[in-house]
């Protein structure tokens, strides 16, 4: 199962947008209904505030009910994981921990979802490099990491699947 950051969203439709590749979009929404992609309800959050008339929300709408699941408790443990992680490993200052930390955001809840169900996660960010990054934010890569959750970008997902568009 392939587990989607907000980005893969976001970024693919400045890039990919619906009315000029509806092709894409029409493979992302058929992977949805096959059950081979999923994400979580504070990514849906995430995507939420572009507004009712927004492409990206409004292509959301059109997805399975239960594509966008709630956060299981059951990966609370693997959160705190890398909660701790963030806190200990020395990369990141107070803001980049604060950031990862924040209730409201995705990034830390995916990374757990991704650990405890064993999912590869699905994002266009890309690790930092291994010097510490005082300034910047936690990296998705770079957490799931350290849980060994696997991510890669939607183009590996295609490509694992087979996909030509």
Not at 50 to 67: A, R, T, Y
Request: glycine fraction near 6%; include cysteine; proline fraction near 7%.
């Amino acid at each position: 199962m392939y587990l989607l950051d907000t980005n893969i969203f976001i970024e693919s439709h400045k890039y990919l947008p619906t009315d000029v590749f509806p092709s894409f979009w029409n493979v992302l929404g058929d992977l949805a209904n096959k059950g081979k992609i999923c994400s979580i309800d504070k990514v849906k959050n995430e995507i939420v505030l572009g507004g009712d008339d927004d492409p990206v929300v409004i292509f959301c709408k059109g997805l399975p009910k239960n594509f966008f699941t709630p956060f299981d408790p059951r990966a609370m443990v693997d959160y705190q994981k890398s909660m701790q992680w963030a806190q200990t490993c020395g990369r990141y200052n107070q803001k980049g921990i604060a950031a990862y930390s924040d209730s409201t955001r995705a990034d830390a809840f995916l990374v757990a979802t991704a650990s405890y169900y064993k999912y590869t996660l699905v994002t266009y960010e890309k690790p930092d490099k291994p010097t510490p990054n005082p300034s910047g934010n936690i990296k998705i890569p770079d957490a799931a990491a350290e849980l060994g959750v696997h991510c890669c970008s939607v183009s590996d997902v295609f490509r694992d699947l087979g996909i030509v568009i």
